[in-house]
Nanobody
Framework: QVQVTESGGGLVQTGGSLRLACTAS????????MAWFRQGPGKEREVVAS????????DYADAVKGRFTVSRDNAKHTLYLQMNNLKPQDTAIYFC?????????????????WGQGTQVTVSS
């Protein structure tokens, strides 16, 4: 069984920064592409960024390109999301997902294990 735990959320003003972290436990828990998703109030869950394994090739949703950076430290079984120049529309619960099974990288159904999420609130 893989356990996924996010941390680092909080309240920040417009233009501020936060760094999210996601730790995945269990054997081979990080031998897969991993991703960050978010779900805002009244919205569907959407992809934010992903990073492959192997290769550590990142990909981003258009809404966050140039502001967010995804990275991973496989030795620590940890995925990161550095979020800069935050905007009120970034307010959401952010989820970490792992065990990507192939297919569309932005499809939540392609990821097997999820964390409980961490709240990010950006005030205007």
């Amino acid at each position: 069984q893989v356990q996924v735990t996010e941390s680092g959320g909080g309240l920040v003003q417009t233009g501020g920064s936060l760094r999210l972290a996601c730790t995945a436990s269990g054997s081979m828990s990080t031998d897969y592409s991993m991703a960050w998703f978010r779900q805002g109030p009244g919205k569907e869950r959407e992809v934010v960024a992903s990073i492959t394994h192997p290769g550590q090739i990142p990909d981003y949703a258009d809404a966050v390109k140039g502001r967010f950076t995804v990275s991973r430290d496989n030795a620590k079984h940890t995925l990161y999301l550095q979020m800069n120049n935050l905007k009120p529309q970034d307010t959401a619960i952010y989820f970490c997902a792992t065990y990507f099974s192939g297919g569309l990288w932005y499809d939540p159904a392609r990821y097997k294990y999820w964390g409980q999420g961490t709240q990010v609130t950006v005030s205007s």
